[in-house]
């Protein structure tokens, strides 16, 4: 279970089961205060590095030698001014650099993550039920 | 477009379009050598936040008098030993405290998180088209 606080203005503070945190922030256009990513930021960010850290753990295991590695991901979202604007299509593009890289290890290791591995991938695809509950305490 | 930069071992920094950055790391288990989330808790937390987002924006508003908020965000996901494990369904929990909070605001601001503005939540019941491509660069 991953836990958000708020923090006063729209800046919120996630801390996760393995003792980590996350700060985000609204855009600068919504009164961003703070240097966080806004939660939609960190959605395209948590895509890229799900499938980037399998891609780098296979190709370890297949012995390849990768010197700089960066994934860019990017979206097409439903038009402006319409509600809800989710994310129709998604590309993930991994851009490798390594010395005598096999094209087929790279390819294999990405259809793994792609298909398999990547559990971000995977929810997103899968499109899970999402409910939301709430709770009043009184000051 | 957010890029997901490879700093060695299995640890990212993501740079976003807002000039913000977010590590992350595998799971201890893993080999986590930093304190960042990993990717999937990135997820959880990105809902989180994109829904508390709403939430307050909403709930001043309406001049409700919050003091402190945090929401849970937990999920069931497909089984150990079986790949991919996605999340099948998540839950997103709202704890409000306040002053003369009224419910009818509350339920109202929630339920146009759920149902109209919180992109992450929408994108994941969208269930996006994502593609992985990828390009080699010799050293």
Redesign the interface.
């Known amino acids: 279970?991953?836990?958000?606080?708020?923090q006063g203005e729209?800046i919120?503070k996630?801390d996760?089961?393995?003792?980590?945190?996350?700060m985000?922030?609204?855009?600068?256009e919504e009164g961003?205060k703070s240097?966080?990513?806004?939660?939609?930021?960190?959605?395209?960010?948590?895509?890229?590095?799900?499938?980037?850290?399998d891609v780098?753990?296979i190709l370890v295991k297949k012995r390849q030698v990768?010197?700089?590695?960066?994934?860019?991901?990017?979206?097409v979202?439903?038009p402006v001014g319409e509600?809800?604007?989710?994310?129709?299509?998604?590309?993930?593009?991994?851009?490798?650099?390594?010395?005598n890289?096999e094209?087929d290890a790279?390819?294999r290791s990405?259809?793994l993550?792609?298909?398999?591995?990547?559990?971000?991938?995977?929810?997103?695809?899968?499109?899970?039920?999402?409910?939301?509950?709430?709770?009043?305490?009184?000051?």
Not at 24 to 28: F, G, I, S
Not at 38 to 51: D, K, R, W, Y
Not at 89 to 95: D, F, M
Not at 114 to 133: F, G, H, M, Q
């Open positions: 279970m991953v836990t958000v606080h708020w729209l919120f996630a996760t089961p393995t003792g980590s945190s996350l985000m922030d609204a855009y600068p961003q240097k966080g990513p806004t939660p939609v930021e960190a959605l395209l960010a948590s895509i890229g590095a799900c499938s980037a850290m780098v753990a990768v010197t700089a590695y960066r994934v860019e991901v990017e979206g979202r439903a509600w809800p604007r989710p994310f129709l299509a998604l590309t993930v593009r991994h851009i490798l650099t390594g010395k890289l094209p790279v390819q990405i259809e993550t792609d298909e398999k591995y990547c559990s971000v991938i995977a929810t997103l695809r899968e499109a899970p039920k999402v409910e939301s509950v709430w709770v009043i305490e009184e000051a």
